[in-house]
């Protein structure tokens, strides 16, 4: 199982960003898709989550400028970002939740990419 992510980048403060994150894998049963994020010295938290049956969760701090969807038949969750602040510079991190053909439950994680907002 591959999570391929890209996007991000440096932006200015107000400015906005796109994430795009792709499973790729066979015989993959995807649950739910989301984003985290890791800035130095913090812990990883939860930015946006979307599940199959596209039910959406937003931590507080991004609700109403982040929106996340998701193509299930491409096994991408895309996280669209917009009037971008200084602390939401981290480490972006795709996730996917789901099982696999041995019917084990797994988190995959994808390798992460770097955000950064200046002010």
């Known amino acids: 199982v591959q999570l391929v992510e890209s996007g991000g980048g440096l932006v200015q403060a107000g400015g906005s960003l796109s994430l795009s994150c792709t499973v790729s894998?066979?015989?993959?049963?995807?649950?739910?898709m989301g984003w985290y994020r890791q800035a130095p010295g913090n812990q990883r938290e939860l930015v946006a989550l979307?599940?199959?049956?596209?039910?959406?969760h937003y931590a507080d701090s991004v609700q109403g400028r982040f929106t996340i969807s998701r193509d299930s038949a491409e096994n991408t969750v895309n996280l669209q970002m917009n009037g971008l602040k200084p602390e939401d510079t981290a480490v972006y991190l795709c996730?996917?939740?789901?099982?696999?053909?041995?019917?084990?439950?797994?988190?995959?994680w994808g390798q992460g990419t770097q955000v950064t907002v200046s002010s």
């Open positions: 979307i599940t199959s049956g596209g039910n959406t």
């Open positions: 894998g066979s015989s993959l049963s995807i649950n739910a």
């Open positions: 996730k996917a939740a789901g099982y696999a053909l041995d019917m084990q439950h797994y988190d995959w």
